[in-house]
C-alpha cells in the first residue's frame, strides 16, 4: 500500500517561516509528481505548490516568491519551505503523489494518494 506521511505543521507567526515534508512508502515504481495542497473550512481543496518528474514546479499566485518546493527523489520526499507567512496562510495542508505503484490488487497502477494533512497555524 502506497502511503504518504507528512511532518512539520505547526504554529508560526507572521512573517516567520516553517517548513513541511512529505515522504511516501510503498513498492513505487515511479513519481509522476507531487504537490501541496491546502484546504480551509467550507473551501474547496487547493493547489499551493507542485513538482513534477522533470522538475517543473508551479506555484499559486498567493504563494509565489514565498513558498518553495522541492523534491529529493532518492527519498521519494517532497518539501514545502514556507517564508514571510502571512495569517491567509492558515490551512490543512495536504500532501498528494502522482505515482505509479503496487495497488490494492497486487499489480502496478497510476495512484492518486494523499497524506493525512498537516495543521499549519499563522498568528498575528
Not at 516553517?18 to 510503498?26: A, D, W
Not at 513519481?31 to 514546479?57: C, F, H
Not at 496562510?89 to 490494492?104: K, L, Q, W
Amino acid at each position: 500500500q502506497v502511503q504518504l506521511v507528512e511532518s512539520g505543521g505547526g504554529l508560526v507567526q507572521a512573517g516567520g517561516s516553517l517548513g513541511l515534508s512529505c515522504s511516501v512508502s510503498g513498492k513505487i515504481l515511479s513519481i509522476n509528481a507531487m504537490g501541496w495542497y491546502r484546504q480551509a473550512p467550507g473551501k474547496q481543496r487547493e493547489l499551493v505548490a507542485s513538482i513534477t518528474r522533470d522538475s517543473t514546479t508551479n506555484d499559486a499566485d498567493s504563494v509565489e516568491d514565498r513558498f518553495t518546493i522541492s523534491r529529493d527523489n532518492t527519498k521519494n520526499t517532497i518539501y514545502l519551505k514556507m517564508n514571510s507567512m502571512k495569517l491567509e496562510d492558515t490551512d490543512i495542508y495536504y500532501c498528494h503523489a502522482d505515482v505509479v505503484a503496487v495497488s490494492n490488487c497486487d499489480i502496478y497502477a497510476r495512484l492518486y494518494c494523499w497524506g493525512q494533512g498537516a495543521q499549519v497555524t499563522v498568528s498575528s
